[in-house]
């Protein structure tokens, strides 16, 4: 039998674990406030605590460091309902054994609770670094998607495993790059950021390696590559799938080795330095193509953070439009209507191109409030780079959920529907047969009157 506290303002939460705890065959002591929870620690240290982190008075994470004068080592499991990346830092810097979000079911505190009272024989010990870098953590999400990432980063911070960040374009992987590194032990040491796909294949393994004086045409003088100048620090290989095959098995040798041979030299030159790879690619795939080394793949990908797209989290998109709003101009509020319609969009450039549809709402509406109207017309262009659905299909389904979403076309949503994606079409039909309704019409499968009748609707020009 284990002494547990539970430390919670909500009552029933505090049941609940209770009666589960009990019924584990533990003992278990509830607390309403960190105050009394203290109290009740100084007068029988428990050998588990499950605390809240929003508590009247003192917060659950700043009670973490009493807590731990009075309990050593014993586990400490933090719930929250107000999962950001700041509490996920926080939480595991300090040394929690988990992080469990709110709402949980009975079930997942039962796992944790076994798993926390399991005789550990290696417990790591996080350490007592305070999670500095708070700028870099500006990473925003309240969806649960982005709650596990948020979590995630944080496991990743405090170890020194590479980690290889996934997701399409624009979903955050370089933020959450600089989110890991700045939360880590060594935020001031070097981040060096490098765009693979934008390295030229010729000067690729130079501007990685380094390259002594006279080394090739044009090296004027001895350079230090990016993979010394990391040293000490972090890694960041964006667009990692690009790297040139030939350069690979020199990137990975440096790896393992700790050490790089700058292009012209004869004596490697030792660097250390953590690895954050992001992708949108699959690399397993490419690598079952032959297209990446798979040995590289299992180096770079110790740890895996799959970043999810903002389609698939709608509910962060208002959260974050009005953070970029209000970063640029506070006096300027972004309508309901406005998120409505944000929140139909598809989003193929994820968390950038919403950022840059703000941009323009911005400059659009001059100084003002913004409305629909100010923001750009969905379904831009397919996103370079990117693996999204952006084309057509996702440009019709996000007209049609704003449709759906304008009060105004209640009862008539179909027809409105139609008349947005017919006129196009007409057009095209008749400029192809050289502005003629009879060809244009047979083509379309339309009676010619019906289609002249369209297009004067349309305000074409249509006359026979
Ligand atoms: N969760 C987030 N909170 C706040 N801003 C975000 C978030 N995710 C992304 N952004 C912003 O969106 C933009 C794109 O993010 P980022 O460059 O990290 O994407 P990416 O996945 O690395 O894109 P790519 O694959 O094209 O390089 C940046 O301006 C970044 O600050």
Redesign the pocket.
Same mark, same amino acid.
């Given at each position: 039998m284990a002494k547990l506290l539970v430390v919670d303002d909500e009552s029933s939460i505090c049941w609940g674990i209770a009666r589960l705890g009990e019924g584990m065959g533990h003992r278990v002591t509830t607390a309403g406030s960190v105050e009394q929870g203290l109290d009740a620690a100084a007068a029988d240290p428990p050998d588990l605590i499950i605390l809240d982190v929003r508590l009247p008075g003192m917060d659950g994470l700043t009670a973490m460091r009493p807590f731990r004068d009075l309990v050593g080592d014993a586990p400490i499991v933090v719930i929250t309902a107000f999962g950001d990346l700041q509490t996920a830092v926080r939480a595991v810097s300090q040394g929690a054994f988990e992080y469990v979000l709110k709402p949980f079911d009975l079930a997942q505190i039962r796992s944790v609770i076994e798993r926390a009272l399991r005789p550990a024989p290696v417990r790591a010990d996080a350490g007592d670094q305070a999670a500095d870098g708070e700028a870099a953590l500006? #990473? #925003? +999400?309240q969806s649960a998607g #982005?709650q596990a990432v948020f979590h995630k980063i944080a496991l990743a911070a405090h170890a020194d495993a590479p980690v290889l960040l996934r +997701? =399409?374009? +624009?979903?955050?992987? =370089? /933020?959450?790059a600089h989110a890991i590194h700045h939360s880590g032990p060594r935020p001031d040491a070097p981040f060096v950021a490098v765009n693979v796909a934008a390295l030229s294949p010729t000067v690729a393994e130079a501007e990685l390696f380094g390259h002594t004086e006279g080394a090739f045409t044009g090296a004027q003088r001895t350079r230090k590559g990016l993979l010394a100048q990391a040293d000490g620090g972090t890694l960041f290989l964006? =667009?990692v799938g690009e790297i040139p095959l030939s350069i690979q098995a020199k990137l990975l040798r440096a790896l393992d080795q700790n050490e790089v041979l700058p292009v012209g030299a004869d004596q490697p030159v030792p660097t250390r330095f953590r690895t954050i790879a992001?992708t949108?690619r699959d690399l397993r795939a490419m690598a079952a193509e032959g297209e990446f080394r798979l040995d590289l793949y299992y180096r770079l990908c110790a740890y895996e953070i799959e970043?999810p797209p903002l389609r698939s989290r709608r509910e962060?998109i208002a959260l974050?439009a009005s953070?970029f709003v209000h970063s640029r101009r506070p006096e300027s509020t972004l309508s309901s209507e406005a998120v409505a319609e944000l929140e139909s969009r598809e989003w193929p450039g994820? /968390?950038?191109e919403l950022?840059n549809a703000i941009d323009h709402a911005l400059v659009v509406s001059h100084s003002g409030d913004i409305y629909p109207e100010h923001l750009p017309a969905a379904g831009g262009a397919p996103v370079a780079?990117s693996d999204a659905p952006g084309g057509l299909d996702s440009a019709l389904a996000a007209r049609a959920r704003a449709l759906m979403a304008d009060p105004t076309a209640a009862g008539d949503v179909y027809n409105r529907y139609l008349e947005q994606v017919e006129p196009p079409l007409l057009k095209a039909a008749f400029d192809l047969h050289g502005r003629q309704c009879a060809p244009a019409a047979r083509a379309l499968g339309l009676h010619r009157t019906t289609l002249r009748r369209k297009l004067d609707q349309l305000g074409v020009d249509a006359a026979p």
């Open positions: 500006g #990473m #925003m +999400g #982005m +997701g =399409e374009t +624009g979903v955050g992987k =370089e /933020v959450a964006d =667009e992001a949108h970043l962060d974050l953070s994820n /968390v950038r950022r780079g």
